[in-house]
Nanobody
Framework: QVRLVESGGGLVQAGGSLRLSCAAA?????????GGWFRQAPRKEREFVAA????????NYADSVKGRFTISRDNAKNTVYLQMNSLKPEDTAVYYC???????????????????WGQGTQVTVSS
């Protein structure tokens, strides 16, 4: 059974930073699967944020976060991170980690839904 566990959310002022973590607790490895982050704000559809490939660590970002967010991974810890800088109130959302199947690339994750999802972590940016 695949289990993805997010952490690191919280309340931060505009302009601040947060780092989200997604630990693959069981059933999947980021050495073989791209990892990604999505978010869903109140009354809005879920949207793609960022992804990182398994094979060459190439990355893919939504235009709204380019230059502010950085996705990375630590294979030894089987964890994917999302460093969020220069946060804006419009970044407020529940952030979800996602992964798999192994055939899904970081580029494809921007348009196709991954198979496995975490429970989400709340990020709130105050103005």
């Amino acid at each position: 059974q695949v289990r993805l566990v997010e952490s690191g959310g919280g309340l931060v002022q505009a302009g601040g930073s947060l780092r989200l973590s997604c630990a693959a607790a069981s059933g999947i490895t980021f050495r073989l699967n791209a990892g990604g982050w999505f978010r869903q704000a109140p009354r809005k559809e879920r949207e793609f944020v960022a992804a990182i490939s398994a094979r060459d660590s190439s990355t893919n970002y939504a235009d709204s976060v380019k230059g502010r967010f950085t996705i990375s991974r630590d294979n030894a810890k089987n964890t994917v991170y999302l460093q969020m800088n220069s946060l804006k109130p419009e970044d407020t959302a529940v952030y979800y980690c996602a992964a798999g199947p192994s055939s899904l690339s970081a580029q494809a994750m921007g348009v196709m839904s991954p198979r496995y999802w975490g429970q989400g972590t709340q990020v709130t940016v105050s103005s």
